[in-house]
């Protein structure tokens, strides 16, 4: 039987991580648009604020963020054993710029997939802004965030994400290899990393490769496929003009305000228009 996507208003759980561009003060405007089915399909799951506020039977969470999938995959199957190694990095001795950069370069180095993922929170918590980014090689170098005191262990939010993780398969691949799994019943969600708005720049070095408009202008036409096929895709992106270039005729567009503070300068954060493209 189809669920549908019931927003969680009351008490959504939150992500554990940090994440740019994270959906969880905008979810209102985005699970109200996803259509019934039985699967929601990620192919862009970022912080996962989608998939923990809304309500299907499955879920397929994908990113082309390795890290980032492996992480859900020990937060999923080794929640208790996770929770006590990260325990070990959230302690005042590692509020320092030493400690971290030392911790930045085991993780580029590691080869436990425990120990990488427990590495991978700390970054997250204690590095600029919560900013996933890396070099051409590959190589995680986000900058310490120098916090004012010691970030929280989220275990709480670890646990929760690891309960409702037994509904979800989680999948490191791109976009375009995930959505091609979609059949009728499956709803896909695609969050990517934005296009520019009209008077700035957005971030995109979520991975090595980055997220140019070929890329964008391929997602879009896959949706569009898949809609014609059945299987109805909802994506997110600002309200610029190449994103209502490249989804018209094909979606239905559904603007709203949003608040970001990716920018280190304060005049330049604030908000900012967005919109949701429904393709079915």
């Known amino acids: 039987m189809q669920k549908h996507p019931v927003f969680q ?14 959906k969880s003060r905008v979810l209102q405007h985005i699970v109200s648009r996803l259509p019934r089915g039985r699967r929601l399909i990620e192919p862009f799951v970022g912080g996962g604020a989608v998939f923990l506020g809304s309500d299907f039977e499955e879920y397929l969470l994908a990113d082309k963020n390795a890290h980032l999938i492996e992480l859900y995959q020990e937060v999923s199957t080794r929640p208790h054993a996770f929770i006590e190694l ?10 320092s710029q030493s ?10 180095a590691e080869q436990d997939r425990l120990m990488r993922a427990a590495q991978f929170l700390y970054l997250n918590k204690f590095g600029f802004n919560g900013l996933c980014r890396y ?6 170098n ?9 970030p929280r262990l989220p275990v709480a939010e670890i ?49 090595a490769t980055g997220f140019d408009v070929a890329r964008q202008r391929q997602l879009a036409d896959l949706a569009n496929d898949l809609a014609a096929y059945g299987v109805p895709v909802v994506i997110s992106n600002h309200d610029c003009s190449t994103a209502r ?20 300068a304060r005049d330049k954060r604030g908000a900012v228009a967005e919109i949701v493209a429904v393709f079915r």
């Open 9 to 22: 208003a009351a008490r959504p759980t939150k992500p554990f991580l940090k994440w740019v561009g994270g």
């Open 245 to 264: 270039e490249l989804y018209a005729g094909a979606a239905e567009i559904h603007p709203y305000s949003a608040r970001r503070s990716v920018s280190a």
């Open 159 to 207: 646990l929760a994400f690891s309960e409702k993780a037994k509904r979800a398969t989680f999948y490191p691949s791109d976009f375009v290899e995930v959505m091609a799994s979609a059949r009728p019943g499956d709803v896909v969600y695609c969050d990517p990393p934005y296009l520019d708005r009209d008077d700035a720049s957005s971030f995109e070095a979520y991975s």
């Open 86 to 95: 990260a325990q070990t990095f959230f302690d005042e001795e590692y509020l």
């Open 142 to 150: 986000v900058p310490y965030g120098r916090p004012a005191r010691t």
């Open 135 to 140: 070099n051409r090689s590959g190589i995680f």
């Open 99 to 108: 400690r971290y950069l030392e911790v930045r370069a085991a993780f580029n």
